[in-house]
């Protein structure tokens, strides 16, 4: 099929390796307009975004998420979720003040956020960019909500490294259809399923072509590993959603 947003879309790749050239204005400009082009929930535009320019902030963000090669990046957004601009346009009344601080709310701008996201993605690559989402800023969300100044009612969710790629990286392997897309209800797996054995399979062999990093790897070892993280190494995020005025309560 000769479409070029399909190609753009299914021949995605991360791209951490960046050459010097940084992005025009022009090309930020873009890239924002692509994002406040994107769905957002009950069209009430629940997000910010930040160009993180500043070489300081840039070397904290690349200690904070571990990966320092953000600082070489061509651009560097901050996607933050953000109820704190409607706070300052509803009248304060008991329920506008319940609605701010809300799951849901909370919950819609974090949606707004990362779809706008994507679709900064997707039109970076449709330009000749590379890019790579890092929800890695939320090793220490504290650091950066005081980093930005970011004010109660909003909460980073997403980090964006955008620029000219100076790498192009083998396509992986995804889940196949029929273990992530099901007709009418759920459909559990188990571990022993075949559809997932030939994944694990595959996910082997490309982990042993790949041109770096070339290890034994399985998608199953892969999720047992993620799991098998220390659970308190992100335990401040409700800590830093308490701070900046969200509410998980049931009760509230």
């Given at each position: 099929?000769?479409?070029?947003?399909?190609?753009?879309?299914?021949?995605?790749?991360?791209?951490?390796?960046?050459?010097a050239e940084k992005l025009t204005a022009d090309e930020v400009a873009t890239l924002v307009s692509a994002a406040q082009h994107a769905a957002t929930s009950t069209f009430s535009q629940?997000?910010?975004?930040?160009?993180?320019?500043?070489?300081?902030?840039?070397?904290?963000?690349?200690?904070?998420?571990?990966?320092?090669?953000?600082e070489s990046a061509g651009?560097?957004?901050?996607l933050v979720a953000d109820?704190?601009?409607?706070?300052?346009?509803?009248?304060k009344t008991d329920t506008t003040i319940a609605n701010l601080h809300s799951a849901d709310k909370l919950l819609a701008g974090i949606f707004d956020a990362a779809i706008a996201t994507e679709a900064m993605v997707t039109a970076g690559?449709?330009?000749?960019?590379?890019?790579?989402?890092?929800?890695?800023?939320?090793?220490?969300?504290?650091?950066?909500?005081?980093?930005?100044?970011?004010?109660k009612l909003t909460f980073p969710v997403l980090g964006l490294?955008?620029?000219?790629?100076?790498?192009?990286?083998?396509?992986?392997?995804?889940?196949?259809?029929?273990?992530v897309h099901f007709d009418n209800d759920y459909q559990p797996i188990?571990?022993?399923?075949?559809?997932?054995?030939?994944?694990?399979?595959?996910?082997?062999?490309?982990?042993?072509?790949?041109?770096?990093?070339?290890?034994?790897?399985?998608f199953t070892h892969h999720i047992i590993t993620e799991m098998s993280r220390d659970p308190k190494q992100r335990a401040e995020i409700?800590?830093?959603?308490?701070?900046?005025?969200?509410?998980?309560s049931a009760a509230d």
């Open positions: 099929m000769n479409n070029p947003t399909l190609t753009t879309l299914l021949t995605h790749r991360s791209v951490r390796k960046f050459t629940q997000y910010s975004i930040i160009s993180v320019t500043d070489p300081h902030k840039l070397a904290v963000l690349g200690e904070i998420t571990g990966h320092h090669w953000l651009h560097y957004f901050l109820q704190y601009r409607n706070a300052q346009l509803a009248p690559e449709s330009l000749g960019l590379g890019s790579t989402i890092m929800g890695s800023i939320l090793n220490d969300t504290l650091r950066v909500i005081s980093l930005f100044n970011l004010p490294a955008v620029g000219h790629p100076a790498e192009k990286p083998a396509l992986k392997p995804h889940l196949p259809q029929e273990l188990t571990a022993d399923n075949p559809v997932l054995a030939d994944y694990n399979r595959l996910i082997t062999a490309y982990y042993h072509e790949r041109g770096s990093n070339q290890r034994d790897e399985t409700l800590v830093a959603l308490a701070q900046q005025g969200f509410s998980l």
